[in-house]
């Protein structure tokens, strides 16, 4: 399972990043895909988004990295949430990360008043 993440609100300097591996723990390559980012509240992601269908940057690839640079707004207010990463591959086919056994929960995040 995902473990949370921390991040203090208002603190726009630490981006969301992940490394998504397949099933078989190699990397996954993102070569000529996209990627958007989803957060909302830990009940739901869905109507009460704080981020919605956001660009995320995919630096090199084949490294399998995606960054989420936080913008003014989206750790404005402290407690539990969950994130989704919406992947298009090159081939136009689309996945979800988490994927597996984590795909329902998402990607858990805490945001904090003062990170300690």
Known sequence: MNKSRTFTKGDLGNPFAINVVSGDNS?????GA????FMGSAECVGSANVVYGIACSIPTGSDGRIQYYWASGDLATAGNFK???????????????PFGDDAAVGFPIMIVDNYE
């Open 83 to 97: 994130a989704k990463i919406k992947i298009t591959k090159a081939d136009t086919r689309v996945i979800w990360a």
């Open 27 to 31: 990397t996954y390559d993102l070569t």
């Open 34 to 37: 996209t990627a958007s980012f």
